[in-house]
Structures are given as C-alpha cells and as structure tokens.
C-alpha cells in the first residue's frame, strides 16, 4: 500500500456490482483485504477485461463499445463511483 504496510488478502473471487445507471459490472480476481476501507479498482484490469476509460475534467466514464457502463467524478485525488453489490 502507499504507507509501506502490508495487509493479508483473505480471498480472491469475483464481484458483481450494479452502477449507478442500472448495469452490471462484473470484476473477476477481486482481492478481498479487511483491513482496507475503500474499495478500490484497478484502470488496469478493467483495460485488460476491455473496457475503455475516460478521464477529463473531473469525471470517469467507463465503456464498453458504445454502452457506458459507469460514471464517476474525481473526489481530492481519486475518481469515485457509486454501486452496489448485486446479488441476483
């Protein structure tokens, strides 16, 4: 992590959320650490998983083709988004 402390991950697995404007987003290899408090995801994996992000003044736009599947907005140093976990 940025402080130089190391925390134990306790599972990895696959997460589904539900954004903001109704889709799913589904993120596979999620590592679940405790003692983190936010969630965090990576621009990375979301590349490889071929999704295109988008970062400008202060907004997130994530796509997949011509679908937007979430929005977010830059809080201090980090853009945010809102979703919620979907248990179907």
């Given at each position: 992590m940025?402080n130089?402390?190391?925390?134990?991950i306790?599972?990895?697995?696959e997460?589904t959320?539900?954004?903001?404007?109704?889709?799913?987003?589904?993120?596979k290899?999620?590592?679940h650490?405790?003692?983190i408090r936010?969630?965090?995801?990576s621009?990375?994996k979301?590349d490889?998983?071929?999704m295109n992000?988008?970062?400008?003044?202060?907004?997130?736009k994530?796509?997949?083709?011509?679908?937007i599947?979430?929005?977010g907005?830059k809080?201090?140093?980090?853009?945010?988004?809102?979703?919620?976990i979907?248990?179907?």
């Amino acid at each position: 992590m940025g402080n130089h402390v190391t925390s134990k991950i306790v599972g990895i697995g696959e997460v589904t959320l539900t954004t903001q404007n109704g889709n799913k987003l589904v993120l596979k290899e999620v590592r679940h650490v405790p003692e983190i408090r936010l969630n965090l995801i990576s621009v990375g994996k979301l590349d490889d998983a071929g999704m295109n992000n988008q970062f400008g003044d202060g907004k997130w736009k994530l796509s997949r083709g011509s679908m937007i599947v979430a929005r977010g907005k830059k809080e201090g140093s980090l853009y945010c988004m809102q979703g919620k976990i979907y248990k179907g």
